[in-house]
């Protein structure tokens, strides 16, 4: 069993930044790939960008590419998704997800945690 935990969203500006953080607990759970994923009002949940467990390898919506970064500090077994120049258009309830693949089409993991709802005003 893998229990994750948000933090980080808020109410930023168009153009500003934030940094969402995922906090993993259980015994496996350095051993996942973990990924963001994002859902807005009256839209399906959608891919946003994926780590692998070593932190060597990293996956991006086109959408987010060359504005967000994902990370992970494995000794502290936290995922970090840092957003920057964002848009109103990220608005959305970010999730983090434990198990994702990537290798043909992008697939979450079984494990979600809560979400934290990040707001962009234009």
């Known amino acids: 069993q893998v229990r994750l935990v948000e933090s980080g969203g808020g109410l930023v500006q168009a153009d500003g930044s934030l940094r969402l953080s995922c906090a993993a607990s259980?015994?496996?759970?350095?051993?996942?790939?973990m990924g963001w994923f994002r859902q807005a009002p009256g839209k399906e949940r959608e891919f946003v960008a994926a780590?692998?467990?070593?932190?060597?390898?990293?996956q991006y919506a086109e959408s987010v590419k060359g504005r967000f970064t994902i990370s992970r500090d494995i000794a502290k077994n936290t995922v970090y998704l840092q957003m920057n120049s964002l848009k109103p258009i990220d608005t959305a309830v970010y999730f983090c997800?434990?198990?994702?693949?990537?290798?043909?089409?992008?697939?979450?993991?079984?494990?979600w945690g809560q979400g934290t709802q990040v707001t962009v005003s234009s």
């Open positions: 780590v692998s467990w070593s932190g060597g390898s990293t």
């Open positions: 259980g015994r496996t759970a350095s051993t996942y790939s």
């Open positions: 997800n434990a198990g994702v693949n990537w290798i043909e089409g992008v697939r979450a993991g079984k494990y």
